[in-house]
Nanobody, 118 residues
Framework: QVHLVESGGGLVQAGGSLRLSCAAS????????MGWYRQTPGKQRELVAI???????RYADSVKGRFTISRDNAKNTVYLQMNSLKPEDTAVYYC????????????WGQGTQVTVSS
């Protein structure tokens, strides 16, 4: 079982920055992929940024050059640095982890609200 807790959301003005944190209850070495998704009311949850199984990174086109995903293995924590924020970035941001051994299973955090004002 993997328990994920997000933090760092809040209200910022356009052009500002936030850093989101996702703390995992187990070593992230045991997690195959880990990343961030976001969702607004009435819309499907969309991928924002992920670490792939090979430790590479992938970003949504809408956040490339502005967001950076990173990790601290000692703290079992993944971060999302969000710069040059736009009102369109307003959403609930969710941490996601995929474990493939011994059984494949996906885990989600409770979400953290990010609001970007004009």
């Amino acid at each position: 079982q993997v328990h994920l807790v997000e933090s760092g959301g809040g209200l910022v003005q356009a052009g500002g920055s936030l850093r989101l944190s996702c703390a995992a209850s187990t070593s992230i070495f045991s997690i195959n992929t880990m990343g961030w998704y976001r969702q607004t009311p009435g819309k499907q949850r969309e991928l924002v940024a992920i670490f792939t199984s090979s430790s590479g990174t992938r970003y949504a086109d809408s956040v490339k050059g502005r967001f950076t995903i990173s990790r601290d293995n000692a703290k079992n924590t993944v971060y999302l640095q969000m710069n040059s924020l736009k009102p369109e970035d307003t959403a609930v941001y969710y941490c996601n982890a995929l474990v493939v051994t011994p059984l494949m299973k996906a885990y989600w955090g409770q979400g953290t609200q990010v609001t970007v004002s004009s």
